[in-house]
């Protein structure tokens, strides 16, 4: 055998051992990859629910959504009529956790006034969630701070114009938001809106997959 020959046969040996090592490694991985239906681990939940985060639907219903959204976000905004017939399809069955992932140049204060609303009352909060979806073509997509309409808004919904301005700009809020965008990047949030069944996300953001995670979550 001559040399060349040896060294073409060590450098396909070497090439073989390297192909089985990443291969293995490759069945190793994924086996060891959690499966859509794994159980979040306890900081993961932890994350998708906070203590304060304000929920619609009775507490101990047996499926919790968990929505990551934006207000200023139009599939949001598109989403949320149909979302809510689930809400009223599913009443008693299903609880709605909202929770803030902020992306446009006035989602801040339009998420600081749906607070300020808050602390009115817990329905005053869906109710301003609902007007601002409403009214986004008026306020969303603009690049300078849509304050004044915000405070018309507050005005419209019977809040105190000064307390909501001050909410609006709050350090509170900021923190908030920060913090609930944080927790949604720390699950895998990238858009939204973004949902959650049961700890577990949706496949597919359609309002039938939607449906659909219910139901299985109703069956279990």
């Known amino acids: 055998m001559t040399t060349r020959t040896k060294a073409t046969n060590n450098a396909l040996y070497v090439a073989t051992l390297?192909?089985?090592?990443?291969?293995?490694?490759?069945?190793?991985?994924?086996?060891?990859?959690?499966?859509?239906?794994?159980?979040?681990?306890?900081?993961?939940?932890?994350?998708?629910?906070?203590?304060?985060?304000?929920?619609?639907?009775?507490?101990?219903?047996?499926?919790?959504?968990?929505?990551?959204?934006?207000?200023?976000?139009?599939?949001?905004?598109?989403?949320?009529?149909?979302?809510?017939?689930?809400?009223?399809?599913?009443?008693?069955?299903?609880?709605?956790?909202?929770?803030?992932?902020?992306?446009?140049?006035n989602s801040t204060l339009a998420a600081g006034l749906i607070e300020a609303a808050a602390q009115d009352s817990a329905d005053k909060r869906w109710r301003m969630?609902?007007?601002?979806?409403?009214?986004?073509?008026?306020?969303?997509?603009?690049?300078?701070?849509?304050?004044?309409l915000f405070l018309e808004y507050a005005e419209n919904m019977g809040l105190d114009r000064a307390k909501a301005q001050a909410t609006m700009e709050s350090d509170a809020v900021k923190e908030l938001l920060a913090r609930d965008r944080q927790d949604g990047e720390a699950v895998g949030v990238t858009g939204t809106p973004s949902f959650f069944v049961n700890g577990q996300p949706l496949p597919e953001l359609s309002l039938t997959a939607l449906e659909g995670a219910i139901k299985t979550a109703l069956e279990d």
């Not at 929770?99 to 446009?104: A, E, G, I, V």
Request: a neutral charge; aromatic letters at 10%.
């Open 18 to 105: 390297v192909l089985a090592a990443l291969a293995g490694a490759l069945l190793y991985y994924i086996a060891k990859r959690p499966t859509p239906r794994e159980p979040l681990t306890t900081s993961v939940a932890e994350r998708l629910i906070r203590p304060d985060s304000p929920s619609l639907g009775p507490a101990d219903a047996k499926v919790t959504i968990v929505e990551f959204f934006d207000p200023e976000c139009e599939a949001c905004r598109a989403v949320e009529p149909a979302l809510m017939e689930l809400m009223q399809k599913y009443n008693g069955q299903v609880r709605l956790v909202a929770r803030y992932f902020p992306l446009h140049a």
């Open 129 to 148: 969630r609902d007007y601002l979806f409403e009214k986004q073509g008026e306020w969303g997509e603009k690049q300078q701070p849509q304050t004044n």
